[in-house]
């Protein structure tokens, strides 16, 4: 192939995109997240009425959006919206608990976890008051104002050391302003800071007057428990023009220690079992778990789970093409909504199908298909019918953690593809020889071999038998059955079953 003249950039520029619409895949990265966001199935229960804070949670498989919905839930909430009566903050780091556990997840206690959702919840404070000031200037009474100089003392205490202030006072200053800092620690009198920052240029910042007057205000008693605090600040925020708060817990999947449901369920039950925390008046606790984690922790009978609202994340393929119809259109100012436009063979239905309900996949996919379809293209601005078929089998093999696994459940005789059971009858023959393969997973099995497993020993049954009941198990399976990636031939040897979860 002679060498392309132009770049990866141009060639989307001709086919009218001023971007890749798909070289993101993280959803918190995506800066043009609201532009394409679809409020999929359960969006609406779990963001629930901002009036009246409530807890619920949502499992979904990984890939399937919880973190966009997490995102987009807090765009509703304060500080990114200045008129929702709640505030939203988000539980997503959980090294600083699991250090203190000593990295077990099964001795972190409730006040571990909620020292750190109060942390949480203090962070997103400070911001939202950075944001709109007036509240705590203006009409927190003095109680208030020193309760929340005391819950920073406490949880953000470098914020207020001399040298966090400075550093504080010089962001909102900006590079350009020059601030005499040799003055400003020159006496310890009350109300110094108030003086000395009538004589600088952030004298008519809101947002410094904030600081100060919080640094200078003297701090209250807190209870001796996070909860009992947590519990006090809740019933201290309309004080601050804040109804209530939703918590966004997620990300557990992300960390090491929690990759087993096991070990997340064993995490998480201290914080979902206290029945007078899910019901705290003005604190809504969203959780955004992963769905493999979902049988685990619902055998947690210390969870209320007759009174939490649970919901499921899932995708169908009208949604997924909804997504990709407005991924498209955000990327080439809404010209573009299908890449079967300038496809030499329909893309977009194989593409969905393909991302087995997961909108990441459809990303990681269309990522790949637009760039091998630029190695493939000859500068042309086209799709050739090569290149989907590049960009499926690359997928599957650098992304084997995002495609659905099989797995069988030997005492009931159901077969599973991800979450999904499959829904055609499989025979007593053909569900032994989907046994011995599940249990030989990734290794060979030659068709003597599959046939005393599936027959019996004295059962003496053609090659061509054989191949008809597996091509017959195939079509079961698969929901592909021409680019089949479970059971595998291997031709004139045997069969081996990949893609598989024990």
């Known amino acids: 192939m002679p060498a392309m003249s132009t770049s990866f950039d141009e060639w989307l520029r001709s086919l009218g ?17 609201p532009t394409y966001f679809i409020a999929g199935p359960h969006y609406s229960d779990m963001l629930g009425d901002l009036r009246d804070p409530r807890t619920s949670i949502l499992f979904a498989d990984r890939g399937c959006g919880k973190t966009a919905y997490r995102l987009m839930i807090a765009q509703e909430c304060r500080p990114a919206r200045p008129d929702s009566p709640v505030l939203a903050a988000t539980y997503t780091k959980f090294s600083r608990v699991l250090r203190v556990a000593s990295g077990n997840p099964t001795d972190v206690t409730l006040e571990d976890h909620l020292e750190e959702v109060v942390r949480s919840i203090i962070s997103s404070l400070l911001e939202e008051l950075e944001a709109r000031p007036e509240p705590f200037l203006m009409n927190a009474p003095e109680e208030t104002k020193s309760f929340v100089r005391a819950l920073v003392q406490r949880y953000i205490p470098k914020s207020l050391y001399p040298s966090g202030l400075r550093k504080t006072l010089q962001r909102i200053a900006g590079k350009e302003q020059k601030v005499s800092w040799d003055e400003m620690w020159q006496s ?50 309309p004080e601050l023009d804040i109804d209530g708060v939703y918590l966004l817990v997620d990300e557990l999947d992300e960390n090491q220690e929690l990759l087993s449901p096991k070990a997340l369920s064993s995490f998480l039950e201290p914080l979902m079992s206290d029945w007078n925390l899910m019901k705290m008046p003005g604190l809504g606790i969203k959780f955004f778990l992963p769905r493999e984690s979902m049988r685990s922790l619902t055998k947690r009978e210390s969870i209320r789970w007759d009174r939490l609202p649970v919901y499921v994340l899932e995708w169908d393929d009208v949604l997924l093409r909804q997504l990709l119809q407005d991924r498209l259109g955000a990327f080439s100012d809404g010209s573009v909504r299908s890449l079967d436009a300038f496809s030499e063979i329909p893309v977009d239905k194989t593409l969905i199908r393909e991302s087995w309900g997961r909108p990441r996949t459809l990303i990681l996919l269309g990522d790949l298909l637009l760039k091998h379809a630029f190695k ?47 829904p055609e009858k499989i025979t007593e023959t053909e569900f032994k020889a989907l046994t011995h393969l599940y ?3 990734g290794r060979l099995v030659g068709r003597g071999e599959l046939v005393d497993a599936a027959f019996g020993t004295r059962k003496t049954i053609t090659d061509q038998a054989v191949d008809a009941m597996m091509s017959r198990l195939r079509r079961k399976i698969e929901p592909d059955p021409s680019r089949p990636m479970y059971l595998i031939t291997v031709r004139g040897r045997g069969y081996r079953l990949e893609v598989v979860r024990k």
């Open 188 to 237: 310890n009198e009350p109300r110094h800071l108030s003086m000395w920052l009538l004589d600088t240029p952030l004298a008519m910042s809101r947002v410094a007057r904030f600081w100060v007057r919080l640094y200078e205000t003297v701090p209250g008693d807190l209870p001796n428990s996070h909860k009992a605090t947590l519990e006090d600040l809740t019933e201290a925020l």
């Open 17 to 33: 995109f001023k971007g890749n619409p798909f070289a993101e895949r993280e959803a918190e990265r995506e800066r043009l997240l």
């Open 439 to 441: 249990r030989n997973a």
């Open 376 to 422: 493939l293209s000859r500068d042309e601005p086209l799709i050739p019918a090569g290149a989907l078929d590049e960009a499926i089998e690359e997928f599957r093999g650098r992304y084997p953690i995002l495609l659905p696994h099989l797995r069988l459940d030997e005492q009931t005789g159901e077969v599973f593809i991800g979450s999904q059971r499959v």
